[in-house]
């Protein structure tokens, strides 16, 4: 089946079109079409993402962001549609809250010829809920108008499934548009990292989920931004604090600063990052003549402090359950010390245990995970209807 993804959760607008067949154990994916529009430009001015802001550039991109991704789908055919008129006042109302969306949506569907797609899968949470449900309302809004099923998707599943997910190989090229999530050994432990999210959810069988663990404050990438925006990197802080830590890191010299590792040695899963941010804070203000081979090694020490944490936690939750694959998800999953850290542990420590990590591409938001997603669901028959649709800014998945 052919589902069309929609992804506005928080500062990237993007849509995919991929071709899904298969089922859950060997779900085979061919990305047709995937545009993507970073706002991350914008966001740095203001050293985070500014919601009202977020929701204003996916309602301006997300008709472009769709012509681009039909077009490379080669599913972009002109056609004059005349819109029968309670057609046309349904997806007026629907799209009434979203101004700036609204002209370019009936300027450019009067000339598009419907695609051929099966289902509309959406991010529905969680994530910054004014930018949501723009895409959530253009979600429903292209439903009404081409009569196809939608699909709530969450954010966070998406991450995990991508973490899932390989090249798929055809005789020995691999081929750069096709993915497969095929012989997962059950159960799957999954660490999500990313700019609002901490969590250890524990997947026995497909879609199934139990909370392992939590932070219990700010979110690890929310930890790296804030802790780039005191050492003077632009947003996003992760990447900028990881290309520091790596050059400290080279010199090979004992590291001058020392941060805690909060609430490493408890007794639970749950995580805290704001104390170590906080640290940073004390430690910026307590120094004088902060050069950038200092913040070099603060960043590196920072870095070391949270893969410190996230092992830790992670080893605990491993110990607790009979987990067969480790998947680490999020955007703060492309951290290369991260990836580094977790490979050797795995291989060293649980040598039983596979470790799996999102390819570049997928490891930040996209609209390629949203539409794996999209397709377990769909294989289940968890279909909603313009109606039923709705946003929730702290969906979970357990
Ligand atoms: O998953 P994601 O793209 O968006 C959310 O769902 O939040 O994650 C974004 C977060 C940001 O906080 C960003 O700083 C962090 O992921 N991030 C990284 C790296 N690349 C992105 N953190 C550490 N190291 C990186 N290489
Ligand atoms: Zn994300």
Request: contains cysteine; hydrophobic residues 45%.
């Given at each position: 089946m052919k589902i069309l993804a929609i992804e506005t959760s928080c500062d990237e607008t993007a849509i995919a079109i991929l071709e899904c067949e298969g089922d859950e154990k060997n779900a085979r994916f061919t990305v047709l079409g995937n545009a993507l529009f970073s706002q991350i430009e914008i966001h740095k001015e203001y050293g985070g993402v500014f919601p009202a802001l977020?929701?204003?550039?996916?309602?301006?991109?997300?008709?472009?962001?769709?012509?681009?991704?039909?077009?490379?789908?080669?599913?972009?055919?002109?056609?004059?549609?005349?819109?029968?008129?309670?057609?046309?006042?349904?997806?007026?109302?629907?799209?009434?809250?979203?101004?700036?969306?609204?002209?370019?949506?009936?300027?450019?569907?009067?000339?598009?010829?419907?695609?051929?797609?099966?289902?509309?899968?959406?991010?529905?949470?969680?994530?910054?809920?004014?930018?949501?449900?723009?895409?959530?309302?253009?979600?429903?809004?292209?439903?009404?108008?081409?009569?196809?099923?939608?699909?709530?998707?969450?954010?966070?599943?998406?991450?995990?499934?991508?973490?899932?997910?390989?090249?798929?190989?055809?005789?020995?090229?691999?081929?750069?548009?096709?993915?497969?999530?095929?012989?997962?050994?059950?159960?799957?432990?999954?660490?999500?990292?990313?700019?609002?999210?901490?969590?250890?959810?524990?997947?026995?069988?497909?879609?199934?989920?139990e909370l392992i663990g939590q932070t219990r404050d700010d979110a690890v990438g929310e930890a790296f931004d804030k802790v780039a925006r005191m050492l003077g990197l632009p947003y996003p802080g992760g990447p900028e604090i990881s290309r520091l830590a790596e050059i400290a890191r080279e010199t090979q010299r004992k590291n001058p600063y020392v941060l805690p590792r909060p609430m490493l040695h408890d007794a639970t899963c749950d995580f805290s990052f704001a104390g170590l941010k906080t640290s940073v804070l004390y430690l910026l203000r307590d120094t004088l003549n902060i050069r950038e081979e200092d913040k070099r090694y603060i960043a590196r020490e920072f870095e070391d402090a949270v893969v410190d944490v996230l092992w830790g936690k992670t080893a605990r939750a491993l110990n607790m359950t009979d987990t067969q694959t480790l998947v680490i998800g999020g955007g703060v999953s492309a951290n290369t010390h991260i990836r580094r850290v977790f490979t050797e542990k795995i291989k060293n420590e649980y040598p039983h245990i596979t470790l799996c990590l999102s390819i570049d591409l997928l490891a930040t938001d996209n609209a390629i995970m949203i539409a794996f997603a999209g397709f377990y669901h769909a294989l289940r028959n968890n279909f909603s209807t313009p109606d039923s649709l709705t946003v929730n800014g702290n969906r979970s998945l357990a």
């Open positions: 977020a929701k204003r550039e996916h309602a301006k991109n997300l008709v472009p962001i769709l012509e681009a991704a039909l077009e490379e789908a080669e599913l972009l055919h002109e056609d004059t549609q005349t819109i029968p008129e309670e057609k046309h006042e349904k997806i007026a109302t629907i799209l009434s809250r979203e101004p700036g969306l609204i002209e370019a949506f009936f300027a450019f569907i009067g000339e598009c010829e419907p695609p051929p797609i099966d289902a509309i899968a959406v991010t529905t949470g969680p994530g910054l809920e004014p930018a949501l449900w723009v895409g959530v309302n253009f979600a429903k809004a292209l439903a009404v108008l081409w009569e196809k099923p939608l699909i709530a998707v969450n954010h966070m599943e998406g991450h995990l499934l991508a973490a899932l997910a390989s090249r798929k190989q055809i005789s020995s090229q691999t081929d750069q548009s096709m993915f497969a999530i095929f012989d997962v050994r059950m159960p799957v432990l999954a660490l999500l990292v990313s700019g609002g999210h901490t969590e250890l959810v524990h997947m026995r069988e497909w879609l199934t989920y």
